[in-house]
């Protein structure tokens, strides 16, 4: 018989893993075929993540390294870093923009009552994190030893050291040609181990996608549902429109060839709702199926993982917008120019891990003096919001490398 692709593997393992969730979450959490297969795929699930967290700083440091080097070498340093900059800024600016635009349009919360959602407020405790404070604690977080920064999974202060090392191994120039070999053999090492946790993807994803859809508390969801209808249409809407347009009108790729490239890495970043997990497989895809250089990709795809959050972005816009409405607060002008800079502040700090995006949406509302205990009412649902937004995050960093790609190759 002839061995199904990979990626038809991972398809399978998709519409396996949601069947097979739906099916337990008929059965009830109560019966013992639940419980045990549950237990079961957390077991693979959680593997599955952990593999890729193994190999995920070792990739960032080594991918940047030597994409930064390589990079001064070509001397494409500086249209590279500025296009990938002004990629990531104005994409999120974008996607803030749609969600301010589409929570005024919709009022997401209004109707709603936030004395429904005083038991789940009262019980839940907000660490204080005002501008200053958080500001504060970004600056502080870029500048690590790198040996803690490694151990500790700290991807923005990896990135930083391995930027400065990439720079100063051109600048040190023939002298230290031995490390950056090293270095490069080494990424090639790690993106090997990365081909091999490929093959247990198709398994890890269904997994996830089991306990996601069996777990899932349906109730809130509908008392919730113009809010999470908003969320998804619009971070859809991104994520199937205006990126997909973006990438169409710089570089002329279709979305269909774009998508089928970057399956793997939005299918895992979907099931893992972690962008920095999901970093090691959009690497691959952005250099195996959509040909993105490894110099930039190397560059690109990791700094990406840590900065550029668009479903992030936009979702704490319309997060604040509905927490106003439910408090029967309504923001002005000012004050949504407010949200707009400290929803982008907050993506750019929140790590690409599950629910990051909830414990840096304390300063948003809080910037504009809504009650952060609010944030109680959108947790228990935020898993499976988390899923879409990781999923157009990574779907920004992998169009980011090929728009970059063009820009830097222009005019040369
Ligand atoms: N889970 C998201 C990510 O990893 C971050 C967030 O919570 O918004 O990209």
Not at 21 to 41: D, I, K, P, R
Request: glycine share 8%.
């Amino acid at each position: 018989m002839k061995k199904l692709s990979l990626n038809a593997q991972i398809l399978l393992g998709t519409g396996s893993g949601v069947a097979l969730g739906l099916w337990f979450a008929m059965l009830g959490q109560e019966s013992s075929v639940t419980q045990n297969s549950l237990y079961v795929a957390k077991l693979i699930g959680t593997l599955f993540i952990d593999l890729l967290r193994m190999v995920m700083i070792p990739l960032v440091f080594t991918s940047i390294v030597v994409g930064v080097a390589n990079l001064r070498l070509h001397q494409q340093m500086n249209r590279v870093w500025q296009g990938t900059l002004v990629f990531f800024a104005s994409t999120m600016a974008l996607a803030v923009l749609l969600g301010l635009t589409a929570a005024n349009l919709f009022q997401p919360g209004s109707g709603l009552q936030i004395a429904m959602f005083q038991d789940a407020m009262q019980s839940f405790q907000v660490t204080q994190m005002s501008l200053p404070d958080f500001f504060a604690h970004f600056m502080h977080s870029l500048f690590q030893n790198p040996m803690t920064a490694l151990a500790q999974g700290n991807v923005l202060a990896v990135v930083i050291f391995a930027l400065l090392l990439g720079i100063a191994l051109v600048v040190g120039g023939e002298r230290y040609r031995n490390i950056l070999v090293l270095m490069q053999e080494f990424l090639e090492l790690i993106l090997m181990l990365v081909g091999w946790i490929m093959r247990l993807a198709p398994f890890g994803i269904m997994a996830l996608l089991l306990q996601l859809v069996a777990t899932q508390d349906t109730g809130l969801l509908s008392t919730l549902f113009k809010f999470v209808v908003v969320v998804l249409g619009i971070t859809l809407l991104h994520g199937v429109v205006l990126l997909p347009l973006i990438l169409y009108l710089i570089t002329g790729m279709s979305p269909l060839k774009f998508w089928l490239g970057a399956r793997e890495a939005l299918i895992t970043a979907f099931a893992t709702s972690s962008s920095a997990a999901t970093m090691p497989i959009t690497l691959r895809c952005a250099e195996q199926h959509l040909h993105v250089k490894r110099d930039i990709a190397g560059f690109v795809i990791p700094l990406g993982t840590t900065m550029n959050m668009d479903g992030t972005a936009l979702y704490e816009a319309v997060a604040a917008l509905f927490i106003a409405n439910l408090v029967g607060v309504e923001l002005d002008l000012s004050q949504q120019m407010v949200v707009f800079v400290t929803a982008m502040l907050a993506a750019l700090g929140a790590p690409g891990i599950p629910s990051a995006g909830m414990v840096t949406m304390v300063m948003v509302l809080q910037s504009v003096g809504l009650p952060a205990e609010a944030i109680a009412i959108l947790l228990p649902i935020d898993r499976i919001l988390d899923t879409v937004r990781t999923t157009v995050n990574v779907e920004g960093d992998l169009v980011g490398s090929l728009v970059v790609q063009k820009w830097a190759s222009q005019d040369r």
